[in-house]
Structures are given as structure tokens and as C-alpha cells.
């Protein structure tokens, strides 16, 4: 699939990556309708928060779930989806309702 990957402060292109898989049992695959630039896309950009090493970019999206894992009950394919922040749902932040901070994430 293609994604805006970030490079280096200044670099960001659209390349072929691999293709998205369900790697946890609470994982989805969404296929994204509509997605926005972040302020944090534009620090990471910029170099205001400093990034080391290529990232695909963009996690304010919302789309369709076209696959999940087999740990999700609520969700069923073709449910419109608003998936962020993208958290664990788990950990020491997920649990008192922190997923903004959840220290699984990996954006
Ligand atoms: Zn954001
Ligand atoms: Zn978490």
C-alpha cells in the first residue's frame, strides 16, 4: 500500500510499504475514508519532536474495519471507526482512561 512516510526533519514521501496485518488478538486492519494532518505530524516535520527513524505518518484518521482480531467482540467488519488515539486499552494509562499516553502505542 502507499503511506506519507517520514525520513528526516523536511523529508516526508509517499512510498510503497508493506501491507497492514493483524499481529495482537485486539488489532484491526481500517480501511481509511477521511485523515487530517496533525500538529504532531508537523513537530515531528519540523524537527520539534525529534524522530529518529522512518515513520508512516497520519494518525487522525477515521474509515471501515475490514479485519480484526480475534480478541475484539464489539467491533464487526464494515463498522465505521474513529480509532483514536490507537491505545492498548490495558496498560498503566490505558487502564484509569489515559489512552493518550498508553505506553504500547507506537505512532
Ligand atoms: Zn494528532
Ligand atoms: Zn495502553
Same mark, same amino acid.
Given at each position: 500500500?502507499?503511506?506519507a512516510v517520514f525520513h528526516k526533519i523536511g523529508d516526508i514521501r509517499? !512510498? =510503497?510499504?508493506?501491507?497492514?496485518?493483524?499481529?495482537?488478538?485486539? !488489532?484491526?486492519?481500517?480501511?481509511?475514508?477521511?485523515?487530517?494532518i496533525?500538529?504532531s505530524d508537523l513537530h515531528i516535520y519540523d524537527g520539534f519532536f525529534l524522530q529518529l527513524k522512518d515513520q508512516?505518518m497520519?494518525?487522525?484518521?477515521?474509515?471501515?474495519?475490514? *479485519?480484526?482480531?480475534?480478541?475484539?467482540?464489539? +467491533?464487526?467488519?464494515?463498522?465505521?471507526?474513529?480509532?483514536?488515539?490507537?491505545?492498548?486499552?490495558?496498560?498503566?494509562?490505558? =487502564?484509569? !482512561? +489515559?489512552?493518550?499516553?498508553?505506553? =504500547?502505542? *507506537?505512532?
Open positions: 500500500m502507499k503511506a509517499v !512510498d =510503497n510499504v508493506e501491507d497492514p496485518r493483524i499481529e495482537q488478538s485486539e !488489532d484491526i486492519i481500517v480501511k481509511v475514508t477521511s485523515t487530517a496533525c500538529g508512516v497520519g494518525h487522525e484518521f477515521m474509515g471501515i474495519v475490514e *479485519e480484526k482480531g480475534p480478541g475484539l467482540s464489539k +467491533l464487526k467488519r464494515g463498522d465505521r471507526v474513529v480509532p483514536f488515539p490507537i491505545a492498548c486499552g490495558h496498560c498503566y494509562f490505558c =487502564n484509569p !482512561d +489515559l489512552p493518550v499516553h498508553c505506553e =504500547n502505542c *507506537e505512532l
